[in-house]
T-cell receptor
Framework: GQNIDQPTEMTATEGAIVQINCTYQ??????LFWYQQHAGEAPTFLSY??LDGLEEKGRFSSFLSRSKGYSYLLLKELQMKDSASYLC??????????WGAGTKLIIKP | EPEVTQTPSHQVTQMGQEVILRCVPI?????FYWYRQILGQKVEFLVS????????KSEIFDDQFSVERPDGSNFTLKIRSTKLEDSAMYFC??????????FGSGTRLTVV
């Protein structure tokens, strides 16, 4: 079956760094997405990885290891507005998004 | 920046009534999707649409659901006879290529 696993909740301090891990099992693989979702709002695109390695985009970076079925999202210099759910989603062989349940990130001052 | 537009933002309907959720995808996008998210749960795939036909649908997308692209710009999701368990946020998305999944702001459907 297809499955995306990520922690349910994480807490971090403003200004710090946090890493949100995701493991995936999909039927075929065409890449992995990270989305940010604030409560009651639509997911917004953060990153897309299809090759192994780290992609950096400002304060956010995303890493992929296809051999391990593993990805992480790294958030630096955390701000209060980063409090949100972070959704990991794999793209399967039919180009369908397989969603994780999301990691709720709580930022404390 | 181009947007996917969804209307209405919130709809309340009585159980057994028909609802139509509307979406205007980004104009040059080719693939269209409906997802739903029950409060506190994960995003679930409903249906994908390409070249004026359904390309994939999930087990959730039963005979009570249908999609249409009636005029080349709108993309609608119809639920024929709503049930309490249909209460959720419904997101429309469109894409041109793999990176370009763009989501609408969602329609919150409440069935009472």
């Amino acid at each position: 079956g297809q499955n995306i696993d990520q922690p349910t909740e994480m807490t971090a301090t403003e200004g710090a760094i946090v890493q949100i891990n995701c493991t995936y099992q999909t039927s075929g693989f065409n890449g992995l997405f990270w989305y940010q979702q604030h409560a009651g709002e639509a997911p917004t695109f953060l990153s897309y990885n299809v090759l192994d390695g780290l992609e950096e985009k400002g304060r956010f970076s995303s890493f992929l290891s296809r051999s391990k079925g593993y990805s992480y999202l790294l958030l630096k210099e955390l701000q209060m507005k980063d409090s949100a759910s972070y959704l990991c989603a794999g793209l399967d062989s039919n180009y369908q998004l397989i969603w994780g349940a999301g990691t709720k990130l709580i930022i404390k001052p | 920046e181009p947007e996917v537009t969804q209307t209405p933002s919130h709809q309340v309907t009585q159980m057994g009534q028909e609802v139509i959720l509307r979406c205007v995808p980004i104009s040059n996008h080719l693939y269209f999707y409906w997802y739903r998210q029950i409060l506190g749960q994960k995003v679930e795939f409903l249906v994908s649409f390409y070249n004026n036909e359904i390309s994939e649908k999930s087990e959730i997308f039963d005979d009570q659901f249908s999609v249409e692209r009636p005029d080349g710009s709108n993309f609608t999701l119809k639920i024929r006879s709503t049930k309490l368990e249909d209460s959720a946020m419904y997101f429309c998305a469109s894409r041109l290529d793999l990176r370009g999944y763009t989501f609408g702001s969602g329609t919150r459907l409440t069935v009472v």
